[in-house]
Each structure stands twice: as structure tokens, then as C-alpha cells.
């Protein structure tokens, strides 16, 4: 059959189709310019009718005689002020031109540059969330990175990802600590290195969210902690993972900032604290930061392998018992704390078989700080003497009933020569410095959410308190005062938690707490084996003999 002509209005037309279109697209756009404000103001009339609507039906019965009257109260006194009406007029047309406004659109998309980058990191976690049977799978080479990350990413000023949401499949084995480890490795390679990342894995919804955290502030130095009886203050970790907050200097200004609070006492499940970290990673800071506050409210004995005399301003100051550096007078110091835990323990089985409060130097804590026992290990090795660790085991084992506290703290070349018993009874952790996920995981016994950067400064690390999380946390500065590299600031700020210093007199409840003094004598007990006395630094060291009884 032939094909039938088309009209001749089609066929000769078309010009005069095109050209009549143009006109009335032109003659559109010129209206829609010329009547722009008008639209404008109309759709705010709209958005505000809306609103006042809304809020009609959400205000109650009993309510709307009232902002009916009040309405009315409002309007007769615009009718009767000069000019009234006009300037109401004009109000509502400003409000409505407000409201009906054009917003301009957020840029839609990352770009050129964060595509990319979103899909070679889309291809790198291709093998670890694809399975050959999957028939629909979400992650696929030359797939769309769209379906697994959404819109729930964010970049920084230089492009890189800064907040990412990853989308994975059900089967992914997301339990698995090894698999949740290689994809997190993944993005910590691809995002970029030299930052800390937080992974959040949501096994409900199965998905990952991925965040930079900001690096925590180094500028809070030692000073009084707004802290209970039996609260030590670790450091200071992000606002988000712990529930409090205590009021701090931070320079010259005050802020409230998130503390990581260890509790000693009877009633700890963590009394004993152990602290691990490489040369120069902070660990006699953390120490030096827990002697100050123990001396609150407590007496201290320091033991110090390194023998560096990071501790000698500690001497001679009430409530330090004994500071010690050598071998010799690190075994008597430590065999007096042991025969000291004994007769705690025997004193308050005593009153509470008598119906007696515990005597007050028995409720006094008594704090055993160890700094590198594994170097006085080695001397004693040397010279075929007792390792100072064996006389902790009474302490550690004993010490949460008698109020005794012991913190280790030590290198990571030295934990294999820890005693079984430190590494038993030292629930509270934390490791200082530059550290290898391993390294973190051997010593706290857990994976830390964050990746741990190579560069940190000292007092930076992460910390557990028994089965609790792993945190990051920043040790207070609290450096060596007679040291000739510590800036006058910092310095006088240990100074001033000193007791008997210049600073202490001006804190009310630091004086009260400071004033027990160091060597108090006791009634002597029945059993002639037990220590009578609690001597002082000096009884402490020069006669470790009359200490034993």
C-alpha cells in the first residue's frame, strides 16, 4: 500500500512552529521576570496561611478564646495608632517576600575530584564485600558507589573524606574482629594517613560509619580535680564517650572538659593500675599526675628503676613516705608496704569483729608507685638477689581491703619480665605513645575504636578500666619542676599541688586533706610480727629494720 503524503501544514510549517514556540518561551520568561515579585509574595502569603493554620489546629480548645482576644486586641490597636494599617501592610508583605523567597540549592554532588576518590575507594572495598553467589551484589567492579555511600560522606578544604557511611551487605561477617580490621584498614589507607579514624559498626543495619576525629587538647596542665573521695583522674578523652564533665583551666580560661575517672577503694573491681608506653611516651607523666592527686587525701611511696630523678621535688614533702631509686632501699621500701598491707588487714578484721569503725590510718590510702621495676629486676638478677616484683604480690592480691593501690608502669621491651602477678591483678590499663594496634590489643585486651597515629605527643594513648571500653585519652602535663626544660607555667602548677605549698594554702579542702601527718604513731597490736608504726621517709630508709617491728 502506498504511503500517504504528510499535510502540507507539517510539511512546509515546521519554521513557523519552531519560531511561534521561541515567542511564547520568550514572552513566558519575560512575564515570569516582570512578575517575579508578585510570585514571591504570594507564595510567603501561602507559607504564612500555612503556618498560622497549623498552629490553630496544635493550640487546644480551651486556649483559642484567648489568642482570639488577643488578636483582636491587636488589630484594634493598629486601626487606631497613626499610620497603623500602612506599616502592618508593609510588614506582612516584607514577611511574606521573606518567607517565599528562592533558597538557593546546596551543591549537589562531591565533584569531579571527590568522585573519583569516592569511587577508587568504592573499588578497594570491592573483594571484602562481594561474594560470588550474591545474585544482586552491592559492591561490584565498575559498580556505582552511589548504592553503597549515598549521600552520607563529607570532605575537608583539601578533598579529603572526613565522614563517610558505608552501606555492606548482611553476610559480611561484621562479628569478625580480623574482617572488621582489613576493611578498616582499607579506609584508613585510601582516606588518607597521618589522621586518627573513629569506625562505628551498626550490625543492625549493617552499615559502617567512618569519622576524623579532632586531636584531643595538650593545654590542660596539672591542677585540682573536681573529684569524690576515691576518684583519680586518668586524662581527658572526647565529649561523646564518657558521661561527665569536670570543670578545668585550660590556660588562661575555664571549660568544661570529659575526664576518664579511675576508682580505687574497697569497692573498685579495677584497684591497680599498670601503664605501658615506648621512651618518652608520657608514662612518669601519668604517674607523676596520680602522685599529686593521691597526695590529696593519701600517703605515697615512689620507687623509681630509671633512676633518672623524676621524682626527687617528692622528697621530703608531707605525706611522701619514702622516694627511692636504688635496689636496696627499693626492697625495704617495698617489704615495709607489704608487712604494711598485712597489718591493715589484721587491724580491720580486728574492729569489725569488735563492732568498731576502722581506725582512721587504716582508712588513709596508701598509694605504691613503680616506675620501671623491671630495671631493679635485672640489677637484682645481677646480683642474685630477690626481684623487687615478688614483694608487690601482697599489695596486688590484698590491696583493694587494705587500701593499698599499686601503679606499674613500664616499657614495652620490658612486659615479658613483669611478674604473673602484676599482669593478674592490674585490671585498670593504659598505654602511652606511638603503639601498633597489636601492641594496644596485648596490653589492654581489646581493639581501640580509633587507628593510632604514628606521630602523638607524650601523654597521648588509650586506656581500659577493667571490661569497659577502650578509650583515648591525654594525660595531663604534669612534668618534672626541677627540670630546666619545663616552662615556669607548668612548673608552678605542680608546685602548687605540692603540700605544704604556697599554692595549697589558698585551696581550703587541699589543706584540710594535707594536714595528717607523715609518721603517726599506733598502739601495737598483739601480733609482734606486724609493723607498729608507719614511718617516715627517712625511718623508711635508713632503719628498714625497725619498720618490720
Known sequence: MARRPLPRILRSGSASITRSREMARTAADSATDVLHPLITVTRGLGLLAGAGRQRWAATPMDRRGHVLFLAAACVLVVALIPYGPLLALVTVMGAAAWRGRERTPAGAGPGEAGAARLQSLYEALVPHFCAAEDPDPLFSHGGDWEKAFGTSYAFDGDGRLTRLRVDYPAYFPDGDPASRARVEHVLHAKCGRGREYHFAWNEEDNHLLMTVL????????????????????????????????????????????????????????????????????????????????????????????????????????????????????????????????????????????????????????????????????????????????????????????????????????ALDALSDAVRTHTRARAVLGPATLEEVEAVLGGRPPTTPTPDVPPGRGYTRLGTGPVLRFQVPATPDPYDDATGEAHRQAVLDLLPGAPGAAADEPAKDLGAAPAAVERDAPEDDAVPATRPDAGTLVAAPAAAEG
Not at 571549660?255 to 615506648?278: K, Y
Not at 597489718?343 to 578484721?349: E, N, P, S, Y
Open 214 to 413: 579532632d586531636a584531643l587538647p595538650t593545654t590542660i596542665a596539672a591542677q585540682r580535680f573536681v573529684t569524690a573521695p576515691g576518684e583519680t583522674v586518668l586524662g581527658f578523652t572526647d565529649a561523646d564517650a564518657v558521661r561527665r564533665t569536670v570543670p578545668v583551666r585550660d590556660g588562661d580560661a575555664t571549660r568544661d572538659a570529659s575526664p576518664v575517672v579511675w576508682r580505687t577503694g574497697a569497692r573498685s573491681t579495677e584497684p591497680h593500675l599498670l601503664v605501658v608506653g615506648h621512651p618518652g611516651s608520657g608514662t612518669t607523666t601519668l604517674v607523676r599526675s596520680l602522685a599529686l592527686q593521691a597526695l590529696q587525701n593519701g600517703d605515697v611511696l615512689v620507687v623509681e628503676g630509671g633512676g633518672h630523678g623524676e621524682y626527687g621535688f617528692l622528697t621530703g614533702r608531707e605525706g611522701v613516705l619514702a622516694v627511692e631509686c636504688g635496689l636496696a632501699g627499693a626492697l625495704a621500701t617495698l617489704e615495709w608496704a607489704s608487712h604494711e598491707t598485712e597489718r591493715r588487714l589484721i587491724a580491720t578484721d580486728r574492729a569489725r569483729a569488735a563492732g568498731h569503725p576502722e581506725p582512721e590510718d587504716v582508712r588513709r590510702p596508701l598509694w605504691i608507685l613503680l616506675d620501671r621495676p623491671s630495671a631493679l629486676g635485672h640489677l637484682a638478677a645481677a646480683d642474685g638477689g630477690r626481684d623487687p616484683q615478688e614483694l608487690l604480690q601482697v599489695p596486688l592480691r590484698h590491696g583493694r581491703a587494705a587500701g593499698v593501690t599499686v601503679v606499674v608502669a613500664d616499657h614495652f621491651d
